[in-house]
């Protein structure tokens, strides 16, 4: 690569194209010219980049420049005037040149041990698996509750039905219908269903968070021939004390970049990649994190994908799925080799849609692969950093928690997942928007609890603590989409959770600038 960088021969067409138009070229365009034809699966001519760059330098500089000014085609005429291309080159380059400003402290003890990762996971075995899967969410779901305190005597649904007194039942929630002086549920165990009246103003509202095809503890009284609830418990998290790293260390949560999209920041991007190599923005505050700084962990829709939704390649830049995470590997390679990444697909990326989803495949995503410092997983997956358990999942189902939950809203995308916490169980509603494969075993249920809860998707940074849990959303890298302004949600960019795993200390940081046009 060093020989090929001085290699002048491959500015050619710029240059050629420059002087029959009249133009020199300075020897920094002739510089940045080579960096963007030496990038991966550049072919062609410069000239069509050249003619933008004499036609807006004509426009901006009028009659008032001196001839020699308005005669060279100069490194900062070809950054100002194809700013997306050669700005953005130009900082890579700046990276990659001055090499990383800190010596990172304990490099050795980047510690990532993964729990759990669906990709090499059972397969899906057809229509009879949605049997299997939901008898094996039952068994794990009810086994979480049943070790609750208020978890004594359960009995089964079949014994209960013509029962006097109080008892307790624990079931799969298969239907809620609002009625006017309360809420039914039909509840379903392994023995037979039966539906439970909600009319106390808390049970009401208790019964309004259950999500369906959830797992619920009731506990019951048969009045008039029906079988009131007295109360409905979730499996929840237990209230305990997170884990945490011994020695300081940062983790980086990103997600939704869409890469390849028209609305992909590039911009605050680059200048969350030239952060992370100790220049830029928050530089001098920020020298103790970026001196142990030691993951950075990507929660899914690494690219825009192609074909993802109706007429999406009107806003692409690129509508080869290859190309598209090799845009992406160019970016991430800019991240210190010190630093370990971790990355999951989301519904954009190209892997099965149905969750659990196995990591990407190699054949899409070679570039991604070929990061030393890089580690594809699948979506959900359970890690540790140094110690600490981090459950990594896309969050696809926080658009169905969304639409259900009322007083939930996309700016508020830590709530969502506390619901998602409460149930322990990532994706419980089923044949909505988030499509779940036929298997013997339910890997969505929330088995450990984690430390760190990590999700995007809904494209808005959202951190709370629950129980001893950190959740964090981790927003996205994408403008508002014209899919997103017709729903009313406005995206929050480039703003960047960053966790101190001795303390679990949440930081963000903001790196987009009035330079990315958008008003925040
Ligand atoms: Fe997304
Ligand atoms: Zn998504």
């Known amino acids: 690569m060093a020989g090929e960088k001085n290699d002048v021969t491959k500015a050619e067409s710029g240059v050629r194209y420059a002087i029959e138009q009249g133009y020199q070229v300075s020897p920094s365009a002739i510089r940045l010219m080579v960096a963007f034809m030496n990038g991966q699966g550049r072919e062609g001519s410069l000239q069509p980049l050249v003619a933008t760059v004499i036609e807006e330098k004509l426009r901006a500089q009028g009659s008032i420049s001196t001839i020699k000014e308005m005669r060279t085609i100069t490194g900062e005429d070809l950054k100002k005037f194809v700013p997306d291309v050669f700005e953005t080159l130009d900082q890579e380059l ?84 609002t009625m006017k002086n309360g809420v039914e549920l039909v509840l379903d165990d392994e023995s037979g269903r039966t539906s439970i009246f909600a009319m106390k103003d808390e049970v009401v509202k208790a019964a309004g968070q259950v999500s369906l095809d959830a797992c ?67 530089e001098e505050i920020d020298d103790e994190i970026l001196a142990h700084l030691k993951y950075v962990i990507i929660g899914g829709d690494i690219v825009d994908g192609v074909g993802v939704f109706p007429n999406q390649e009107y806003e692409l830049v690129e509508t080869n799925i290859a190309a598209q995470y090799d845009m992406v590997a160019r970016k991430l390679a800019l991240i210190p080799k010190e630093i370990s990444i971790l990355a999951i697909p989301g519904n954009h990326d190209s892997t099965r849609q149905a969750l659990p989803q196995p990591s990407i495949p190699r054949k899409y995503a070679e570039g991604l692969y070929d990061l030393p410092n890089l580690r594809m997983l699948g979506d959900p997956c359970f890690v540790k950093l140094n110690g600490v358990s981090v459950l990594i999942y896309h969050g696809r189902s926080l658009d169905d928690v969304l639409a259900a939950t009322p007083g939930l809203s996309y700016e508020r995308p830590a709530e969502a997942m506390k619901i998602l916490l409460k149930a322990r169980h990532l994706a419980p509603m089923f044949g909505s928007r988030t499509p779940i494969a036929p298997e013997a075993d339910d890997r969505l249920v929330v088995e450990q609890v984690p430390d760190i809860f990590h999700a995007g998707h809904v494209h808005s940074v959202g951190i709370e603590r ?11 890298w994408q403008g508002q989409t014209s899919y997103q302004a017709n729903l009313g949600i406005s995206p929050r960019p480039g703003l960047v959770p960053i966790v101190n795993l001795a303390t679990l200390e949440v930081t963000l940081r903001e790196f987009l600038t009035s330079n990315d046009g958008l008003v925040s």
Not at 115 to 137: C, E, H, N, V, Y
Not at 466 to 476: A, E, F, M, P, V
Request: hydrophobic share 40%.
């Open 94 to 177: 700046n990276v990659l040149a001055d090499g990383n400003k800190f010596a990172r402290a304990d490099v050795a003890a980047t510690n990532v041990e993964v729990m759990s990762d669906p990709t090499q996971s059972a397969q899906a075995i057809g229509i009879d698996g949605f049997a299997q899967l939901f008898k094996s969410r039952y068994e794990k779901l009810s086994r979480i509750l049943k070790e609750r305190p208020e978890a004594r005597q359960i009995e089964k649904i079949s014994q209960i039905n013509n029962h006097k007194g109080r008892s307790r039942v624990c079931g799969l929630v298969l239907s809620k219908r």
């Open 216 to 282: 619920i503890l009731v506990e019951l009284e048969g009045k008039g021939g029906r079988l009131i609830a007295h109360s409905i418990t979730q499996p929840d998290v237990p209230n305990r004390v997170a884990a945490t790293s011994k020695k300081t260390a940062y983790a980086v949560f990103l997600s939704d970049l869409h890469v390849g999209s028209n609305k992909f920041l590039q911009g605050a991007f680059d200048r969350f990649l030239v952060w992370l190599n100790g220049r830029g923005l928050h």
């Open 466 to 476: 629950y129980r001893g849990t950190l959740i964090i959303n981790s927003g996205t």
